[in-house]
């Protein structure tokens, strides 16, 4: 059983109120349209791939499905039953036993709607998605339109090729969509379930509801870090990637910079890979001397690369001397440049231990950091 799919981006969206056209629109990065081929592609069930576009727009459209399997594109007509007819007719040739036709400013065709339209066809010539009608319908002017068996349409629809070219040839009038071409020759037309994620890009707010839908829910990640330096003579004294004015400077296989230290071990432990020392292993020669910041940009692009955000990060510096209020404003910037997050979401405070242990005595400084990340579900 062969399959073809008209996707549909002829349309000018007047509703959409944009200087572009819907099928055009941004959505999460990349256009709609691109969404709604790969969309009709995901399963393999879909052999041919014909865009239907805007006399003009071809060049366009196939730059935007570069990379996925599809014929080139062919210009569509004034209205959308013109363009499918166009489409069809451009298949005739290839005469593929099923058509899918698709809006393009559908991005999402949820799991399990094209076998349900597959199997429908089976005993009928025509089937598309439907949902119920939910909400009480009024007419402008007054009055309440019953809405007991009454459903919403939605694409692809799906249809026995020969079928759906011959009903278009025949058509008297202009339809609203394929399926009614069938009810005017009197082809039963089939309805499967459709699904509340199967939106039609018509507003600006479509998109910002069509993100939220396509985005992974996310976890929250917490992750503690500690670390400690003794203080020598002969060595700068960094923290926090700031350089501090200090008689003494902290004694490590790199700068020794405890600040971003603890807060590579907080992220590396929010997101179970580890401390710094798995990732820089202080027996490795190239990391002597090294400037943390490389740390921890590593591990902010370990965020990153899980698709992750940092929320929050609070470091404590322990310490006796030197002073670090005047140096915090300098820490901050410093580590939410480091990080790629405003600085409103990072924190440099700093505490004594009242003279006791090491810290007291000035022998070394100690830094605790913790972290709170946002993970995709189920990472």
Known sequence: MSIAALLLAAGRGARFGAAEPKQYALLAGRPVLRHAAEALLAGGHVAT???VCAPGEEARVASILDGLPHRPPVAGGATRQESVR??????????????????????????????????????????IPAQPVSDTLKRAGGGTVPRDGLFRAQTPQAFRFPVLLAAHRAAAGEATDDAQLLE??????????????????????????????MTPPMWPRTGLGFDVHRLVPGRPLVLCGVMVPHALGLDGHSDADVGIHALCDAIYGALAEG????????????????DSARFLRHAAGRIAARGGTLVNADVTLICEQPKITPHAPAMIARLSALLGVPEGRVGVKATTSERLG??????GIAAQAAVSL??????
């Open 374 to 379: 946002l993970l995709p579900a189920g990472t």
């Open 184 to 213: 005017w020759a009197g082809q039963p037309v089939a309805l499967v379930p459709g699904h509340e994620a199967n939106v039609k890009i018509t507003f600006p707010e479509d998109l910002a509801r069509m993100e939220a839908l």
């Open 275 to 290: 401390d710094i020392g798995r990732h820089f292993p202080p027996s490795e020669a190239q990391w002597k001397d090294a």
């Open 49 to 51: 791939l014909l865009p």
């Open 86 to 127: 166009r489409g069809l007719e451009a298949l005739e040739g290839e005469a593929p036993d099923i058509v899918l036709v698709h809006d393009g400013a559908r991005p999402l065709v949820p799991p399990g709607t094209l076998p349900a339209l597959l199997a429908a066809l089976a005993q009928h010539p025509g089937a």
């Open 358 to 363: 090491f810290t007291g005595r000035g022998e």
